[in-house]
């Protein structure tokens, strides 16, 4: 893949800051991926449980169905009576929440009240065992569907958030840290690429200056020679000066472009 | 002498009953519709019984609620027939069997208005056959106070309001309490009533209603275990008639579980053979096991006592000897119903069977 990267100014500073993202993305890789376990784990038992709860679901409520069946066979019809001597509520729910690696689940407790609630008379005349074979039947059938329910919940918000940690997983294993890489490496190949280019101008300087010491060294050599040549002796003495005065006027010679 | 008078005024209608009394489902049939498997299975089996004209119009997938309804549409319709046709001691007669369906409804109408629920609604939940004229009425009512005062007196079961309950215990008593003291008063009195009547008739329904007496004070019993009804309140519910009044009845009042009832029980003969092998630790609440219950041999006994009145002739016991196997009838059918549609087969012959 042409190496995708960011768009950042090959400095050291960047560098830097971009090998601490490195570091800050694997760290976050390795904790989002234990997080995805930890919840994949926390999936299947739930997973499990939600199993056994159906099976069970359905025995007990065909139980509770068939002993409302015999309270009918037996009392008739008391449906409205029961319904209008319920004044409070016997069967409640709480909810709550669980934290599992940071996800909030709610959680729904059934909490019963003891003693057989207002209708406990109902079907007196006839038919009271009935009637409260029948409650208890369907209490057991509502705590079993509360359990459920909560455990449903927690079924479909874990698999939501499963899916999204383990597509932050994979973003960040994939997208973020190849191109992290990417960009380090692009700095680091520029870096080098400015190094060497410094180093050959260093050459370059260098080899100027060192030509140039050798011609003003020759051009001394040059002088001297001719003023011994002439026999000129003392006027080579006397004349130093003016010599090396002709030599500085003659150094205005191009600037040297790299 | 009654004898000689009495197809002047009761022969049709005796013939009508007796000929419903032949409409009733009969063993192999009920076997034929308990092999059902589907809802569908059922509507067929029961095309040849009285209630295949009823289904016929009821879309596909039967409900048992549906089955119900109907089922007690057609009893409402036939006992209203004998109603319409009935001359002055019949007449009288057939109005007290109703004061029965009555209480319940009035207790429904009262348990409404408590509640201030709209009594429209309400009439409509109303057992058909405890329609008493001033029962619209009822509606009109806002208070408990005003229904007492301005429906109930008028109402057939003022009497029993007027002995047993005063406005103010109908705001705080328990509406079953009230039910059952009504239930108790209406016992007392159409038994009264039917010892006036004289001899075959007078016979015949003291059994009936003794038995009905006894079996509501054993249930009484057993289903006031561990609640909050007082043994002093539990001994007034008792009807004062039956088998059990008042020796059993005393020792009842004061008993605290099944196995003290068990054991007052085998004392009385034709109780004895009832408790025997029966669950009784059914309070428990074993839903599981198939075994009859007391209810069921009560009903199996209730059976008995008004198949048994078909056999004498000249006596008004027919009327509602027929009402409650009929009832009786509709429930099994509504049983067998349910097992079908539950998918619980192995509780199917649970039903009582009548001929």
Same mark, same amino acid.
């Given at each position: 893949m042409a190496a995708v990267r960011d768009?950042?100014?090959?400095?050291r500073m960047n560098l830097t800051v971009t090998k601490t993202r490195l570091k800050g993305a694997q760290t976050g890789h390795s904790l989002l991926k234990r997080k995805s376990e930890a919840l994949t784990t926390r999936f299947r038992v739930i997973l499990r449980k939600i199993e056994d709860a159906k099976l069970k679901m359905g025995k007990v409520m065909q139980t509770a169905s068939f002993s409302l069946a015999e309270v009918a066979y037996i009392t008739g019809d008391i449906g409205y009576q029961v319904r209008e001597n319920?004044?409070?509520?016997?069967f409640k729910v709480a909810a709550k929440q669980e934290n599992v690696s940071g996800v909030l689940l709610p959680a729904f407790e059934a909490e019963v009240r003891a003693?057989?609630?207002?209708?406990?008379?109902?079907?007196?005349?006839?038919g009271g065992q009935q009637v409260q074979r029948a409650r208890t039947a369907y209490v057991a059938a509502v705590a079993m569907l509360v359990e459920l329910a909560s455990l449903q919940t927690a079924f479909v918000i874990l698999d939501e958030i499963i899916k999204v940690t383990n597509r932050r997983v994979n973003a960040i294993e994939y997208v973020i840290i190849p191109r992290i890489e990417n960009t380090i490496a692009h700095i680091n190949s520029e870096l080098d690429e400015q190094d060497r280019e410094e180093f050959y101008r260093l050459k370059k300087i260098q080899s100027k200056k060192k030509e140039r010491a050798a011609r003003a060294q020759k051009e001394i050599d040059e002088a001297a020679r001719r003023a011994i040549a002439d026999g000129n002796l003392h006027q080579a003495v006397g004349g130093d000066a003016p010599a090396a005065r002709d030599l500085l006027a003659e150094q205005a010679d191009e600037d040297v472009i790299f | 002498m009654n004898e000689i008078h009495?197809?002047?005024?009761?022969g049709y209608l005796e013939g009508v009953v007796r000929g419903y009394r032949d409409g009733l489902i009969t063993s192999p049939q009920y076997l034929n519709l308990t092999q059902c498997e589907t809802m569908d299975d059922l509507k067929l089996q029961l095309?040849?019984?009285?209630y295949g004209s009823l289904l016929q119009?009821?879309?596909?997938?039967?409900s048992t609620s549906t089955l119900a309804a109907r089922c007690t549409d057609a009893l409402v319709a036939e006992f209203q027939y004998l109603q319409q046709n009935a001359a002055e001691p019949i007449s009288r007669f057939l109005d007290y069997i109703t004061y029965g369906y009555m209480i319940d409804n009035v207790i429904l109408l009262i348990t409404g208005t408590l509640h201030e629920r709209d009594t429209h609604d309400l009439l409509e939940k109303?057992?058909? +056959? #405890?329609?008493?004229?001033?029962?619209?009425?009822?509606?009109?009512?806002?208070t408990v106070k005003e229904l007492y005062h301005t429906v109930m007196v008028d109402s057939p079961l003022a009497g029993y309001f007027r002995e047993c309950l005063s406005a103010e215990d109908l705001n705080e008593l328990n509406m079953e309490i009230i039910r059952n003291t009504l239930y108790k008063a209406y016992l007392e009195d159409f038994d009264a009533y039917c010892r006036s009547l004289g001899d075959p008739t007078a016979t015949i329904m003291s059994e009936i209603l003794s038995f009905e007496a006894d079996r509501r004070t054993v249930n009484i019993t057993i289903n006031s275990f561990?609640?909050?009804?007082?043994k002093d309140d539990r001994a007034r519910l008792?009807?004062? +008639? #039956?088998?059990?009044?008042p020796e059993a009845q005393t020792k009842l009042a004061r008993v605290d579980d099944m196995d003290q009832v068990k054991a007052i029980l085998e004392q009385y003969g034709e109780y004895r053979s009832m408790i025997?092998?029966?669950?009784?630790?059914m309070a428990g609440g074993?839903?599981?096991?198939?075994a009859l219950s007391l209810e069921d041999r009560f009903f199996a006994k209730e059976v008995q006592l008004n198949k048994d009145?078909?056999?004498?002739?000249?006596?008004?016991?027919v009327f509602y000897s027929w009402l409650r196997l009929k009832e009786q009838e509709i429930r099994n059918v509504v049983w067998i119903a349910e097992c079908i549609s539950q998918h619980?087969?192995?509780?199917?012959?649970n039903y009582t069977n009548i001929y």
């Open positions: 768009n950042v100014f090959p400095t319920a004044k409070r509520a016997t003693g057989a609630g207002q209708f406990e008379l109902t079907g007196l005349g006839r | 009495f197809n002047v005024d009761a095309a040849t019984t009285d119009n009821e879309p596909s997938p039967l109303c057992h058909p +056959l #405890g329609f008493f004229d001033s029962m619209p009425a009822l509606c009109v009512a806002t561990g609640t909050e009804l007082s008792y009807p004062r +008639l #039956g088998g059990m009044y025997v092998g029966v669950n009784l630790s074993d839903s599981g096991s198939s009145s078909f056999e004498q002739q000249f006596h008004y016991g619980q087969k192995d509780k199917i012959a």
